[in-house]
């Protein structure tokens, strides 16, 4: 059985426009770096993104 790739994902904080890169696995809450408005919560699989999808990297 094949195993699902993982993906980091750059994505663009809705309150205060910075952009990073998070895992798209995450297992715990990911913050923005600059104003601290969670951008990802962990489902047991996929994160779900609260934030603009910008790119899906590779």
Do not use: D
Not at 16 to 31: A, L
């Amino acid at each position: 059985m094949a195993t699902p790739k993982s993906k980091f994902i750059k994505v663009r904080c809705s309150k205060c426009k910075n952009e990073q890169i998070i895992f798209g696995n995450s297992s715990s809450i990911v913050s923005c770096l600059v104003c601290a408005k969670e951008v990802a919560y962990p489902t047991g699989g996929k994160s779900r993104i609260s934030a603009r999808v910008l790119e899906v990297l590779e």
